[in-house]
Structure formats: structure tokens, C-alpha cells
């Protein structure tokens, strides 16, 4: 007797279901493309696409990078842009990655666009012993005037990338670039966790619009 029966295959995972159960680090060069892009076109579909994309990207400098990408064809105003934005944002987001801090202010041209920021916005910098900054991260966000911090906050990626030190660092959204008592405080706090921990807590910098204030510039770290 002849069997009539099929199997039903399930369609394979597409790039955004893997990425979802996998991790943004999952796709390739190519497939990170095809989640930027989100579709193809008529006449390419999005593999292809990405693939043109990808070539035109590793084919020459950022200074052109729209108009190189608007000449593939399907690609207009939209797409480029969406292309050469994200590019820039991570350029930007990784453009301190092992640079080398020799003194505490160098920080600042890595932190000052949180001085746009409406709310306070508490950062901190973590090095490693040759004073190479291994990361940057927002640890906390408060309202128009303070933002509330503890130190297990502060420290609990710093210890776990193994940093030598760390830089923290707040915009005043309003106001003069100058600390207040409760400022004080916490970076006394700061101070006291980071010798338990053997970390060197190397300054504390408050950014606004106009400039910045460094506590170990104006050595209110001695208390510590």
C-alpha cells in the first residue's frame, strides 16, 4: 500500500528570531545589515542587498558613505542614512576603547555629549593599569536635579572586568558646573568603597554645557 503521507517542515528561523534567542553578537557583518535594512527591494532581496551593502561600506571611506550607498540601486535617502547612522553611532560609542588616560580630564571629550542630556546622568569609566579605558557606561538616570547612586552600582562592572580604576562622571542639566553637598557626599562614599575594593577611584567630573569640574583639579579628594 502506498504511502500518501507527508512531512511538514517547519520554515527555518529568520535573522531576527535567531538574534532574539541568541544575542546581538549572533549574526554576521551581513545579517546585522539585514536587521538595519529590514527589507529588501523588488529586485534584490535582502540578502543580496546586504551583501551589496557590506561592499560598498568596505569599499571606501565614511566621508562619502551616503552617496556611495544611494547608487545602489533600490537604495535611496532612507536606507543610506539608516546605514551610515548606525555605523557612526557605534564608531562613536567605541571610539574610546583603549585609549589611554593620562590624567583624569581626558576623559571628558569621551563624556560630554551627556551634557546635552535634560536629566542627570550618572556615568562611570573603568580602566585598566595602564590607564586604558575598558568600558563607559551609563549606571543610573535622575530627574533635572540629582540622580541616585549607590556604590554596588557603581563598582559591580568594574570589579568583574577586573579595572585597576575608575572615573565617574555627571551633567548638571541646569545650572553651574560646580558640586553640590550631595555630590560631596557620594564621592566621599565612593572613595570609601573604592579603597575597600582596591580600586583607585581616580576623579570625579561634573559637565554642562559650558564646561566641566574636576574634584581632584580642585582637590577635594583629599578627604578621602
Do not use: W
Amino acid at each position: 500500500m502506498k504511502n500518501n503521507s507527508f512531512k511538514i517542515t517547519k520554515p527555518k528561523p529568520d535573522i531576527r528570531e535567531l538574534t532574539l534567542n541568541n544575542g546581538i553578537s549572533y549574526p554576521s557583518d551581513e545579517e546585522l545589515l539585514m536587521l538595519i535594512l529590514n527589507k529588501g527591494t523588488k529586485k534584490l532581496p535582502i540578502e543580496k542587498l546586504a551583501e551589496k551593502v557590506l561592499s560598498v561600506i568596505d569599499g571606501g571611506s565614511k566621508d562619502n558613505l551616503v552617496a556611495r550607498l544611494k547608487s545602489i540601486e533600490g537604495v535611496g535617502d532612507t536606507k543610506a542614512l539608516t546605514v551610515a547612522a548606525a555605523l557612526e553611532l557605534g564608531r562613536r560609542r567605541n571610539s574610546y576603547l583603549q585609549a589611554v588616560i593620562e590624567k583624569p580630564s581626558d576623559i571628558v571629550p569621551y563624556v560630554k555629549h551627556f551634557a546635552m542630556e535634560q536629566t542627570e546622568h550618572f556615568v562611570c569609566a573603568s580602566l585598566n593599569g595602564a590607564r586604558e579605558l575598558l568600558n563607559i557606561r551609563v549606571v543610573s538616570i535622575g530627574t533635572v536635579s540629582r540622580t541616585l547612586i549607590h556604590p554596588r552600582e557603581i563598582f559591580a562592572d568594574p570589579v568583574a572586568e577586573h579595572a585597576s580604576g575608575i572615573i565617574c562622571c555627571h551633567n548638571h542639566p541646569f545650572g553651574p558646573c560646580l558640586p553640590s553637598n550631595a555630590d560631596k557626599e557620594s564621592t566621599e562614599a565612593l572613595l570609601k568603597a573604592a579603597k575597600v575594593l582596591g580600586i583607585s577611584f581616580l576623579d570625579h567630573i561634573i559637565i554642562n554645557k559650558a564646561g566641566y569640574f574636576s574634584f581632584l583639579e580642585h582637590g577635594l579628594l583629599e578627604f578621602a
